[in-house]
């Protein structure tokens, strides 16, 4: 017997204590026992050895397992070792005399093939650290192997890099499979496993946190929870970098970055500041050559390099990577830090991206290259593509004073930037300060520059914008989308899109609604036209909001399916106003719960072109979720606190809220008085509703029935089926209280007939009034609504809706007035006294709404109305 000790080099590994079993990849390891190729292709640390040597101490299956070193990759000493391993695998060990006994002729690869068992018994080949092998005639003979179709033999290679096999071949044919990085990382169950057998407790947030920066990279969860074993506040390393012995950054300087030749080790400490990397980038930022070759192969060689498109152009290094490159930089660098941080400002002015230009130059400190960025387009850039800038640190440039001796455009650059960064940190009180003093930024001497002047309108727009000021909005806008007749914008992918949408949310929150439909389908076409996608999704959920608003249910599921699908194909962040439309919707159908997750889901970024009306309006649902679970003293607080500068619509719809409160705590004279400050306003009609309710409180019917008759006899684009609905519930419970419960009950199907069950709120509301007359008619009973949680935009199913803007010939506002008295049972000439016209008149009216809709008599008009969301 033999005492020789074992060559570790053909042993199967032990496997370390506490280790944690990974049945989802055991699993993938079985699965693949089809196909004569098997690769674990990752970097140091992924868990590419412990998985196998696992793997193989469950199976049963016959294991030749070698591990060469960087002096067995000659050709003669690889085959040996091989053999060596199939010795091991028969049982024979070390035994001289059971070596391979060569034929006349014969090399060793032909011997080690007469070696390959019988298909029933199997053999399996495992090489661990398979990327030291870049002999020609190792691969020559392991590529024999794979393809030589060998019944009953397996090949497991598991490299930190692809071996030079040609792998491709093996893809196409099928006899491969693939375990990468991204396969070996370690999913959230278990790292809490390995958290667990380590006696680790860790709060959810931490938790998180540990698995973002080890993306699940196994090496870098083993050691942290290590070094968090028997620590009473293991939360404190989470976010600990440390380089001392046993940590994970000693780990990754010696098993990685210690193996890089020193241009690849400057490349990456010197990128290591940027999110992304390009190899033209790297180039600019580190003044070498080539460097995207050097990205390419640190990316082939699992360098914790990660590629993040197809082609392989942009990169990111791994988090826990990235950090100690960072630490490296500053604690070698740091003097350099600037110089790398303005090159990088550069390269993205140069390539067009003026945002992270403007980031990288505020970083570098330098104002004079800020000052030219904010003035020439980057606002601009920022603007379109909703960059947030409050945390650049440009409040820390101020004051920005030209150089001395400078001319008259540099210093209007310097005065156009330091407007832009009082903009950006302006809120509704400061705001009108500053639109006062734009005029002055126009007058210097300088000939007109059309890069700054579309700066200045475009501060004019956003401070508009945040004073709600409609007029200076429109009047920059104009002027920006070259209405104004002054001398044509230059072009900008996008600008055309926001500037539209910023004018059609003015219009609607100022009540000018006639033209914001218009205005949303022109930014919708121009978001299209240039492609920004991101863009069309905020305009697509301000259409949703807006149909939502004016009662359009089908149109607004339109909008909202639509946006849906941008969402499935792009990388994008959920719109607010998409939320707001869904919550809105919520309500309005009855569906309460789901008005409130919508609500608890907005997220409002704080970026230039954000609409400031879309925090109040979110203000306004959350008060109105209050009031829904009785809770009127903190809705009252809230409502109160929206603020003396608010949009006047969103005014309005405070008030009313409040008038409301009023009512139904017993104060319905505070209600009136609250609302009598709209009385011949633009939103007097807006008003109708609770003020008529008020009226009822105090059993007025007369008042009450006058403000109801003006909802459903004045036309306004403010008004949709919602406030019609609510208007004919009113008048129904107007005529019960007037004991006239036939003109009740056919009001009530009316409302019925237009909510057409999507409308459901009013209806829950007034369903206790009208209790008694319900029991009586039971049929009418049965079409009462019901609250209904939604179904998603997305996956509803139906056409298209169908836009009333593109009728052929729109219906005039005297013609929409008509319409809506057809929903009645009045006569023609009783819609004539009503409106104060002719009868003759009120028939040519008709004539020409059953020919635009088309319908050829009233019925058919009413359905038709219906479809279109007109009524």
Not at 489 to 497: K, N, S, T, Y
Not at 693 to 714: F, G, I, W
Not at 738 to 763: K, N, W
Request: proline fraction near 6%; aromatic fraction near 4%; charge should be negative.
């Amino acid at each position: 017997m033999s005492n020789a000790v074992r060559d570790s080099r053909v042993c199967v590994p032990q496997l370390p204590l506490r280790h944690v079993p990974r049945p989802r990849l055991l699993a993938e390891l079985d699965n693949a026992g089809d196909r004569p190729l098997t690769l674990l292709s990752a970097g140091p640390g992924a868990g590419k050895t412990v998985l196998l040597t696992d793997w193989v101490r469950r199976g049963g299956a016959r294991v030749a397992w070698l591990t060469p070193t960087a002096a067995d990759t000659e050709p003669r000493r690889f085959w040996r070792l091989l053999e060596s391993a199939l010795r091991d695998a028969d049982g024979a060990g070390s035994d001289p005399s059971a070596a391979t006994p060569l034929a006349v002729g014969e090399d060793l690869m032909q011997a080690l093939f007469r070696r390959v068992p019988a298909p029933e018994a199997g053999l399996v080949v495992v090489i661990d650290d398979a990327h030291l092998l870049a002999h020609p005639d190792i691969l020559a003979g392991l590529d024999s192997l794979i393809r030589g179709c060998q019944p009953g033999l397996r090949v497991i290679l598991a490299a930190r890099s692809d071996p030079l096999l040609p792998l491709h071949r093996y893809r196409l044919a099928g006899q491969m499979h693939e375990l990468r990085a991204a396969d070996l990382a370690m999913t959230s169950a278990e790292i809490a496993e390995v958290l667990s057998v380590h006696g680790v407790t860790l709060a959810a947030r931490d938790f998180s946190i540990l698995a973002a920066r080890t993306e699940g990279w196994a090496a870098g969860v083993q050691l942290s929870a290590m070094r968090m074993e028997g620590t009473e506040y293991p939360a404190d390393f989470v976010s600990e970098l440390a380089l001392d012995p046993g940590s994970i950054g000693e780990y990754l300087v010696n098993e990685v970055l210690r193996h890089q030749p020193e241009p690849q080790r400057r490349l990456l400490i010197e990128t290591s500041f940027l999110p992304e990397v390009t190899g033209s980038l790297a180039d600019a930022v580190t003044g070498m050559t080539g460097c995207g070759d050097m990205l390419t192969g640190l990316a082939r060689e699992n360098a914790f390099v990660i590629p993040l498109d197809a082609a392989q152009d942009r990169y990111r290094y791994h988090e826990l990577f990235a950090e100690i490159l960072r630490y490296l930089l500053l604690r070698h660098k740091r003097q350099a830090i600037r110089i790398l941080h303005e090159r990088a400002a550069t390269w993205f002015e140069g390539s067009g991206d003026l945002g992270n230009a403007l980031y990288w130059a505020g970083q570098a400190g330098n104002r004079h290259h800020v000052a030219r960025l904010l003035a020439r387009g980057g606002f601009a850039h920022a603007f379109v593509h909703r960059q947030d800038l409050s945390g650049l640190g440009l409040r820390d440039l101020l004051p920005l004073l030209p150089p001395a001796g400078s001319g008259a455009v540099r210093a209007a650059e310097f005065a156009l930037a330091s407007s832009v960064i009082e903009t950006v940190f302006a809120d509704a009180d400061s705001a009108p300060g500053l639109l006062k003093r734009l005029p002055a930024l126009k007058s210097d001497d300088a000939p007109p520059d059309p890069e700054l002047l579309v700066t200045c309108d475009l501060l004019e727009l956003r401070l508009g914008q945040k004073a709600h000021d409609g007029w200076a909005v429109d009047a920059a806008a104009n002027r920006l989308l070259g209405r104004s007749g002054d001398d044509p914008v230059p072009p900008r992918p996008g600008l055309r899109a926001a500037v539209l949408l910023a004018q059609a949310i003015s219009h609607l929150w100022h009540g000018r609604h006639d033209d914001v439909g218009m205005l949303l389908d022109q930014a919708l076409a121009e978001a299209r036209g240039d492609e920004m996608a991101a863009l069309e999704l905020e305009v697509l959920g301000m259409v949703a909001f807006v149909e939502s608003y004016w009662s359009r249910t089908h149109h607004a599921e339109d909008a909202a399916r639509r946006a849906q699908a941008l969402l499935r194909h792009k990388n994008l962040a959920v719109p607010p106003a998409l939320e707001l439309a869904a919550a809105l919707r919520s309500l309005v159908s009855g569906d309460l719960g789901g008005r409130m997750r919508s609500v608890q889901r907005i997220l409002l970024p704080d970026v230039v072109g954000s609409d400031p009306g879309l925090a109040v309006a979110l203000a306004l649902g959350q008060a109105s979720a209050l009031m829904t679970r009785g809770e009127v003293n903190e809705a009252r607080a809230m409502l109160q606190e929206a603020g003396r500068r608010i949009p006047p619509l969103l005014a309005v719809m405070r008030d009313v809220m409040l008038a409301d409160l009023d009512t139904s705590l017993g104060r319905p004279h505070a209600a009136l008085k609250l609302l009598r400050n709209y009385r011949g306003s633009e939103f007097a009609i807006l008003t109708a509703m609770p003020s008529a309710r008020a009226h009822l409180a105090l059993s007025d019917l007369r008042s009450a029935q006058d403000c109801v008759r003006a909802v459903l006899t004045t036309p306004s684009t403010q008004t949709g089926r919602f406030q019609l609905v609510e208007a004919m519930l009113c008048e129904a419970e107007i005529a019960q209280r007037s004991d006239d419960p036939v003109r009740a009950l056919e009001t009530l199907i009316r409302a019925l007939e237009i909510g057409q069950g999507e409308i459901v709120l009013p209806f829950l509301n007034m369903k206790d009034v009208f209790r008694a007359l319900l029991t009586r008619h039971p049929i009418v009973a049965g079409q009462w609504p019901a609250p209904q949680p939604r179904i998603a935009a997305d996956s509803a199913a139906g056409p298209p809706a169908v836009n009333p803007r593109d009728l052929p010939e729109p219906l005039t506002q005297r013609e929409l007035t008509i319409l809506r008295f057809l929903t009645t049972s009045m006569s023609t000439s009783e819609i004539a006294d009503e409106l104060c016209l002719s009868v003759n008149t009120v028939k040519t009216h008709l004539a020409a709404i059953y020919r635009k809709l088309p319908a050829s008599r009233r019925r058919e008009a009413v359905l038709r109305a219906r479809e279109l969301e007109l009524i």
